[in-house]
């Protein structure tokens, strides 16, 4: 469909008006919709990427999460908001605490008991700037989001932020990559698109949805130099997430880590860096370390390890990622190339850059595939020094400003705990995780995901997607987890990952239309039970 077609459809001002029990209707039939294609997304998802390596590699159970896990994990938290907000009770934060400065940490996640049984130990916090207060989800004036969709997934939760948080219509646009999952999605979203609600558009208008008159807004994901391109283009405000090179900083202990927590440790990191081949916005690229650390080597040891034995092989699809590895391969000769399992799945191989120059080429470029680099610091391995040089370092020597990832040992943690406190309200990212991975910012809807503003530079986007919760003037994200967690995420065994993300994805879908089912009536769910995946 053409842009201005897929405009001329919706009703913006008839979505606006939808009352809360009529969108959780709507939620039920959506819940019901992804199940039924459940597979056919999954199938979509993996024949693209499969396609582009030329090898069929990709797991049902990892295609099911990135389209159906994600989307529905989204779901099922606006299920709860609604819900909440009928009952007269509406989601709020567990906890406010003054941060200095005028910003206060807002204390958003978990929320419900579902949040809680796979929370863990995580906890999620929103940084505000001035006294917190929530936006009604409803309380938007009538309008039209213009989403223009990522190339490294198919599931559109920006789509979901704009319906059911920021009440605006919505027109999406795929990336060509996702063209065929994203007619599956269409199918799925249907009650959505018969009620004007949503619309869409051919994945080759992009140039047309941008430049449409009466646009409220456009959400972007992709390229630093695409979102600067439309920005220049026009005067609606855009939203934009584009990734960036981002940190994970190893603090160096008080006490000596243990070879198993060592090993667990590199087999969370490497796990985010393998993880959809590399095309993560929020996968931490550089580990930054301190030269005098004692256990430096050991580290990486069990890095090298966790690649090539701990971690099963994951082909890099995307793009452009064999020009952006010989890249690095040509400016580091020494470099070591990784190969997990012997060579036999495609594109899977990584480079591992170690003792690169704080200010080089590795410091300075995305790779968005298989590339690790370690940068060592020339820092005491205290905790206290490391932690400030390690903030001056990332906000000022690494390119963009998406996401940290900070990894701290709980006796060190207990003992430096104002360091790490500064270091986090320092640290110009919008998103930081503490012992845990970045990624887990992004498919939290209680958080927020996109770049710190840098004095308007683009490199990491601008502006925020998520804050279900609906919190004015959210600057920053930080989610906290334990040195060593069962919610950590790794990926050690191909076969028993992949069973856990198809139950994850069936989680995310089937304990909401209970909940769902109880308050919009009996009819519903009869209809409900006919299809399970």
């Known amino acids: 469909m053409h842009a201005t077609h897929a405009l001329e459809s919706l009703k913006p001002d008839a979505w606006a008006a939808t009352s809360l029990k009529q969108r959780l209707e709507l939620l039920v039939q959506v819940q019901r919709n992804m199940a039924q294609y459940a597979e056919e997304l999954a199938e979509a998802d993996g024949t693209m990427k499969d396609a582009l390596v030329e090898q069929q590699v990709f797991s049902v159970g990892l295609n099911l999460n990135s389209t159906v896990g994600l989307i529905g994990g989204t779901i099922a ?8 907000i009928l009952r007269g009770k509406p989601l709020t934060a567990k906890q406010v605490t003054a941060v200095g400065d005028g910003t206060y940490g807002v204390e958003v996640y978990p929320q419900t008991r579902k949040d809680a049984m796979t929370a863990g130990r995580q906890r999620g916090y929103l940084r505000v700037k001035g006294e917190p207060h929530q936006v009604d989800p409803l309380a938007g004036a009538p309008g039209v989001v213009a989403v223009l969709g990522a190339g490294n997934y198919s599931a559109s939760t920006e789509s979901i932020k704009a ?7 919505v027109i999406h646009k795929p990336h060509p990559l996702n063209a065929g999952s994203d007619a599956v999605w269409q199918k799925v979203f249907a009650p959505l ?10 994945a080759d208008q992009g140039t047309e949805l941008t430049q449409l008159p009466g ?3 456009i959400y972007f ?5 695409t979102a600067q391109a439309i920005m220049a283009s026009t005067d609606t405000p855009v939203v934009a997430e584009c990734g960036g090179n981002n940190p994970c900083i190893v603090v160096p202990g008080d006490r000596a880590w243990t070879d198993k927590e060592i090993a667990h440790q590199a087999q969370q990191y490497v796990s985010l860096a393998k993880i959809n081949g590399g095309a993560v916005c929020g996968r931490a690229q550089t580990l930054v370390t301190s030269r005098r650390w004692p256990q430096r080597e050991q580290f990486l040891d069990a890095v090298r390890k966790a690649f090539v034995e701990d971690t099963p092989a994951i082909s890099s699809y995307y793009p452009g990622s064999s020009v952006a590895k010989e890249h690095f391969a040509a400016q580091y000769p020494d470099a070591e190339v990784l190969v997990p399992e012997n060579g036999r799945q495609a594109a899977s191989d990584g480079l591992f850059i170690t003792g690169a120059e704080p200010d080089g080429f590795a410091a300075a470029n995305e790779a968005f595939c298989q590339v690790i680099a370690e940068i060592p610091l020339d820092v005491p391995a205290d905790a206290d020094q490391f932690l400030t040089q390690a903030v001056a370092y990332c906000n000022d020597g690494l390119l963009g400003s998406l996401a940290c990832m900070i990894v701290i040992d709980e006796d060190t943690k207990k003992a430096h705990q104002a360091a790490l ?7 110009r990212y919008g998103a ?6 970045p990624a887990l910012l992004f498919t939290n809807p209680y958080l927020i995901w996109g770049g710190a503003d840098r004095d308007g530079e683009v490199v990491s986007g601008h502006g925020n997607f998520g804050n279900l919760l609906g919190y004015a003037n959210v600057h920053k994200a930080v989610l906290h987890d334990q040195f060593v967690s069962m919610t950590h995420f790794v990926y050690n065994k191909k076969a028993p990952f992949d069973r856990l993300m198809a139950a994850n994805a069936r989680y995310t879908v089937q304990p909401t239309w209970l ?4 308050m919009v009536g009996s009819a519903t769910r009869a209809n409900m039970a006919r299809k399970d995946f």
């Open 421 to 427: 406190d500064t270091a986090i309200n320092d640290l």
């Open 515 to 518: 909940n769902l089912t109880r």
């Open 193 to 202: 698109v018969e009620i004007g609600a949503l619309s869409y558009c051919d």
């Open 77 to 84: 938290a606006t299920v709860d908001l609604y819900q909440s």
């Open 215 to 217: 646009l409220t807004a």
């Open 163 to 169: 319906l059911f948080w920021d009440n605006k219509s």
């Open 432 to 437: 930081i995780a503490v012992n845990t991975i």
């Open 221 to 225: 994901t992709g390229s630093a130099a």
